[in-house]
């Protein structure tokens, strides 16, 4: 029961990463000026009227009914963790963890609010989230007895740098996202019919422009888009080299049913990402198929997080059943 609710967590976190990007990509970070409550009301207050202020104002809501869910739900793992401390095979260092990151996602969460879209907050609160979604999907998984080949936990020290890499990426992602730079490229492969543009590095990856500046719908120009934008491009030619390489490696190392499905999995993610990238530049960036690219994000995440712990299995010593027992002679 344990691991089903950190599954059911591990869902509903998804569905937060998915709707924050909603949220972002259709201009309601600022939907309610206020936090946790929208114009000091729990729902929307009628005074916006039903036209475009009352939407952005729902669609940020229900990102936060969302959100407090996952919180309570986070908050019962921990109790569990706790009533359950004694018993051996229960995990108790993750739940903490858990806790503390979702304290930390509601102070961003207010942050957010309350700095104007800062970049630098919104993308350290979509990180706090995907990184809420891969330690309930770790939870999720029901470790598997026994242990590696040889060849099997050479592969952990790559595993391990692909993780490394795809975080980075991720940043990235939220960088651009955080920052309107999405259309600073409108063609593929090319950027701004470029091999190289014109970019301005400088001003695109200052951390800070200051504070009182409301940040929706970006302020930079755009020399500073397209260095956020082309440094995501890359970074995304190097993650996909890197997790593909990881994955056909498990394939053709692993013995293990399990390991060779992490892999396959991870493989999929990684071509399903990259084709939704292409498509989110070529098509203009359409609503749904941005949603849909940073979905494929939290989908990288979950297939990552199922191949490390395919890695890293339980060493428990298996159960020895009555047929395992030879009568002596």
Not at 28 to 33: H, N, R, V, W
Not at 87 to 107: E, H, N, S, Y
Not at 215 to 234: C, N, Q, S
């Amino acid at each position: 029961m344990f691991r089903r609710l950190a599954l059911a967590g591990a869902l509903l976190a998804a569905g937060v990463v998915v709707l924050g990007a909603w949220v972002r990509l259709t201009a309601a970070g600022l939907g309610c000026p206020d936090w946790p409550g929208c114009y000091g009301h729990v729902y929307p207050g009628q005074e916006l009227g039903a036209g475009a202020n009352f939407a952005k104002a729902l669609h940020e809501m229900i990102h936060r009914y969302f959100a407090t869910t996952l919180g309570l739900i986070i908050v019962t793992l921990v109790a569990w963790s706790v009533v359950n401390r004694r018993d051996p095979g229960q995990p108790r260092a993750v739940p903490l963890a858990l806790f503390v990151i979702v304290c930390l996602q509601g102070t961003l969460g207010a942050l957010t609010v309350t700095l104007l879209l800062t970049p630098l907050i919104v993308t350290a609160h979509l990180l706090g989230g995907l990184t809420t979604l891969a330690l309930l999907r770790w939870l999720s998984i029901t470790p598997a007895d026994g242990e590696l080949t040889s060849a099997e936990q050479g592969l952990r020290g790559f595993a391990l740098l692909a993780a490394g890499v795809l975080v980075v990426q991720l940043a990235l992602g939220g960088w651009t996202s955080t920052n309107y730079a999405a259309v600073a490229c409108p063609d593929f492969p090319t950027c701004q019919n470029s091999w190289w543009p014109d970019m301005d590095y400088t001003d695109g990856f200052r951390p800070s422009h200051g504070l009182g500046i409301d940040y929706e719908g970006g302020i930079l120009a755009g020399p500073a888009r397209v260095a956020i934008h082309f440094t995501h491009r890359l970074g995304a030619a190097v993650t996909g080299a890197t997790l593909l390489a990881l994955a056909a490696l498990t394939w053709r190392r692993a013995g293990l049913r399990r390991l060779r499905r992490a892999a396959l999995g991870l493989g999929a993610a990684v071509c399903l990402q990259i084709s939704l990238g292409v498509a989110t530049v070529l098509w203009g960036v359409p609503l749904p198929v941005a949603t849909l690219h940073n979905a494929g994000a939290a989908l990288l995440v979950v297939m990552m997080v199922t191949l490390l712990r395919a890695l890293w299995p339980s060493t428990a010593p298996a159960m020895v059943t009555l047929r395992d027992v030879q009568p002596a002679r």
